[in-house]
């Protein structure tokens, strides 16, 4: 699965932004699909996760009533809908393919990233 993530930029705390991960390669509808993201000082950070037909989604708690995840197998394109973004929001976001789990090694295959900039 190559999976490549976009629509990061910057925006205003409170503001919204929409991330969107084409995949491609593999079938796209099986993988579980998940959110993940990094700032210099701190390790690759779990944000939310998908199975492939939606019925299992769970969040970090940090992000839990602000972002929703959400996936379109017809067009092979995960979403995250990022509302109330908060300046620790600032960073890059991942997504990645794999099985249900809220670690980076529950996921095999990486994107390239896409920053996402939150300024007060």
């Known amino acids: 699965v190559q999976l490549q993530a976009y629509g990061g930029g910057l925006v205003q705390a409170e503001g919204s932004l929409r991330l969107s991960c084409a995949a491609s390669g593999r079938t796209f509808s099986r993988p579980v699909m998940g959110w993940f993201r990094q700032t210099p000082a701190k390790e690759r950070e779990f944000v939310a996760a998908i199975s492939w037909n939606g019925a299992l989604i769970s969040y970090a708690d940090s992000v839990k009533g602000r972002f929703t995840v959400s996936r379109d197998n017809t067009r092979n394109t995960l979403y995250l809908q990022m509302n109330s973004l908060k300046p620790e929001g600032t960073a890059v976001y991942y997504c990645?393919?794999?099985?249900?789990?809220?670690?980076?090694?529950?996921?095999?295959?990486w994107g390239q990233g896409t920053e996402v900039t939150v300024s007060s």
């Open positions: 990645a393919a794999g099985r249900y789990g809220s670690s980076p090694a529950d996921f095999g295959f």
